[in-house]
């Protein structure tokens, strides 16, 4: 098997820590983001293998620094696991506006701007693979 390179977003819990965690035992390597770093790397330990980087998926300058710095380490990105997502749980008529909003540019417009971040690594027309 041919190792690969993920960047996974929101990989300070849940389930990307564990897909980061995963995709290491499994011998890959691992851009492992979120907004908090620290959190990230305490939440997935060591490695070698793991690169760990602030990323707020709402904000497309945040997108293209951490592409930029997973680059610029190990020169390539294989796979995108846009897992970064945000839930506020309650009836729609009771979530204030600036939640939901939240949620809607967490959930919606976040993978759009790290996909918009990581495409131009590929070194491919994305319009060739179909």
């Given amino acids: 098997m041919t190792s690969k390179v993920l960047l ?20 890959h390597q691992v ?8 959190a ?5 330990g060591a490695s070698d293998q793991l690169l760990t980087g602030r990323l707020d998926v709402t904000d497309p300058a945040s997108a293209r620094a ?3 710095a997973a680059i610029d380490r190990i020169g390539r990105i294989d796979v995108l696991v846009n897992n970064a997502g945000n839930f506020f749980a309650g009836f729609f008529e009771e979530i204030s506006p600036e939640d ?3 949620q809607v540019e967490t ?13 131009p690594s590929c070194g491919a027309n994305v319009r060739d693979w179909w």
């Fill in 40 to 44: 990230v790397a305490h939440a997935i």
């Fill in 8 to 27: 996974i977003t929101g990989a300070g819990r849940g389930m990307g820590v564990d897909i980061a965690k995963a995709a290491l035992a499994a011998g």
């Fill in 66 to 68: 951490a592409v930029r």
């Fill in 100 to 102: 939901f909003r939240g």
């Fill in 107 to 119: 959930n919606l417009f976040g993978p759009l701007n790290v996909t918009r971040a990581v495409l």
């Fill in 31 to 38: 851009v492992a983001t979120g907004r908090d770093p620290e």
